[in-house]
């Protein structure tokens, strides 16, 4: 790469891992200009997928969309398949978070026809997870399940342990969304396994979270209340997002509870 737009990337990156996305971006443009003058379509390539992954972070979708495309070309146009087929899970992912779960799924699928015979077990596992929670939210749970435990037997192979217990999870929620308590509680429990021989605070979070639904669900309510303690402790820690909602849901159950203690 040019080492003028390699700096500068680096730079935006930098920026980019700070939350600092006004000075990651101004670095992109930069790289942009001497990249578009240089025709270097390598560091084009590079350049041009910083700033679509910025615009996907910041809200702003369509522009987002404008670059991966113009990144799918290049790639298409340098015969690079895996770069064509991780720009496409991108443009997927971009689709289905706007809300169009039909063209995140084209995405996906087309991506998945190119990556899978690649081997690229890591990003296949990713993307059969995303297509299982499409099928989930379309209440398709036998897909889902069926998509889940395809990506956890390739994520096992690759020994990626945090998106493991993310897969683990999904699976756990996903029984639970059919009903199927009895075996949501061992995927929530392998999760927070995984996340405890980690010793990482915000896995365990997650995993307690998506536990304390599932006992819920058993009508366990101490176990519930207890785990949802927990998580509202690492909210607290990290001002995580749902710390608001949490709290209310706890309270929920400590209501009920009382009730339950007074033969309400």
């Not at 190119?114 to 993307?127: F, Y």
């Not at 749970?141 to 217990?165: C, F, I, K, N």
Request: aromatic share 8%; net charge neutral.
């Amino acid at each position: 790469m040019d080492s003028s737009s390699h700096q500068l990337n680096q730079r935006g990156n930098r920026f980019f891992g700070r939350g600092d996305y006004a000075d990651a971006q101004a670095c992109y443009q930069q790289a942009l200009e001497l990249d578009r003058r240089n025709g270097n379509v390598r560091n084009l390539v590079v350049t041009l997928g910083n700033l679509a992954n910025i615009c996907a972070c910041t809200d702003r979708g369509e522009q987002a969309l404008v670059y991966y495309r113009e990144v799918l070309a290049l790639h298409k146009a340098l015969g690079d398949r895996q770069g064509i087929g991780v720009t496409l899970v991108n443009m997927g992912n971009l689709r289905a978070d706007a809300g169009d779960s039909d063209g995140g799924e084209a995405y996906y699928l087309e991506a998945l026809d190119l990556l899978e015979p690649l081997g690229e077990e890591r990003t296949v596992a990713l993307l059969l997870g995303n297509l299982a929670l499409i099928a989930r939210g379309r209440e398709d749970y036998h897909r889902a399940l069926a998509l889940y435990e395809r990506a956890l037997v390739l994520m096992t192979r690759v020994g990626d342990p945090q998106s493991l217990s993310g897969l683990y999870n999904s699976l756990g929620k996903t029984y639970g969304l059919m009903r199927r308590y009895s075996d949501a509680l061992p995927c929530g429990q392998t999760a927070l396994a995984i996340a405890e021989r980690l010793g990482d605070e915000r896995l365990m979070a997650a995993a307690w979270y998506h536990l304390a639904f599932i006992y819920e669900g058993l009508e366990q309510l101490e176990q519930a209340v207890a785990i949802m303690e927990k998580v509202i402790v690492v909210d607290l820690k990290y001002q995580l997002p749902k710390l608001s909602q949490n709290r209310r849901r706890l309270e929920q159950w400590k209501q009920r509870l009382q009730e339950r203690a007074h033969g309400g």
